[in-house]
């Protein structure tokens, strides 16, 4: 897959979609009410972003976190997962998707993970477009899982702590063959990572919107999309009055 830019659009965006709670609190009903409607809205938005030419898709869909959830909130969660898994997989499989899950899957219910892999090893040479979900994902969990990898290997490598690099690190994180998100969007107001991606988003351009995630939309994603074009990445250099980078 190219990862060049295509025309200012983002190559990766990434989305903490939040909200559902709020949304279906603010119209009486029940939080669960508000996961189907941002199961909807991710659907759609999978389908924007494919249409508009963005070559990498990632969804926080569960956090380390939301284990501290209501149980019944979670076990709810888990069975969303699970029907859209089962329901959704060969669809994107026949639009040439390429499904991908990152986090820590020791927790999760094995039919779940099986479900996970089917689909990861049906679509895992589709080219036109990458779905990543994030399921039990933590960016602290990332970094650990990546230092405890080269921690491992450093012996058979010989590697010393001394000569681990920025690479080393790279390579062993979440998705070492995927750029790093241009973009990251979170709905509903909060403006925080919640421990989402801490490594990958270094330079990744940041997006705060008000809109509770089932009501994004086709028009709120390009909005998302036009804030993002009209920014001048620098990665910590500086512009200058010619507009050059130096």
């Given at each position: ?7 200012g ?7 903490i ?12 009903m ?26 990498v ?7 380390s ?6 149980a019944?909130?979670?076990g ?12 959704e ?12 899950f ?13 479900k ?5 090893e ?22 650990q ?15 010393i ?13 979440a998705?070492?063959e ?31 919107t ?8 086709e ?28």
């Open positions: 897959m190219s990862h060049e830019n295509k025309q659009l983002p190559k990766h965006i990434a989305i979609m939040d909200g559902n709670g709020r949304w279906a609190t603010k119209r009486f029940p939080r669960i009410a508000g996961h189907k409607a941002g199961l909807q809205a991710a659907k759609s938005t999978i389908k924007h972003c494919i249409a508009r030419g963005v070559e898709l990632t969804l926080f869909a569960f956090s976190e939301n284990w501290r959830r209501p019944n909130e979670v709810f969660l888990m069975d969303l997962f699970l029907n859209t898994l089962e329901n997989t060969q669809r994107f499989h026949e639009q040439s998707v390429r499904v991908k990152i986090g820590d899957r020791i927790r999760l219910d094995p039919r779940i993970i099986r996970m892999q089917e689909a990861e049906l679509t895992k040479d589709n080219q036109k477009f990458v779905l990543m979900i994030a399921i039990d994902y933590g960016g602290q969990w990332d970094i899982q990546a230092m405890q990898k080269i921690l491992a290997t450093a012996v058979r490598d010989g590697v702590a001394g000569e681990v690099t920025k690479q080393h690190i790279e390579q062993a994180l998705f070492p995927l750029p790093a998100p241009d973009l990251l969007i979170r709905t509903s107001g909060e403006k925080r990572l919640s421990n989402f991606m801490l490594w990958q988003l270094a330079y990744s351009e940041l997006y705060f008000d809109i509770l995630w089932p009501d994004f939309n028009a709120a994603l390009d909005a998302a999309i036009f804030d993002y074009m009209q920014r001048d990445r620098r990665y910590g250099e500086v512009a200058t009055t010619t507009g050059r980078v130096d």
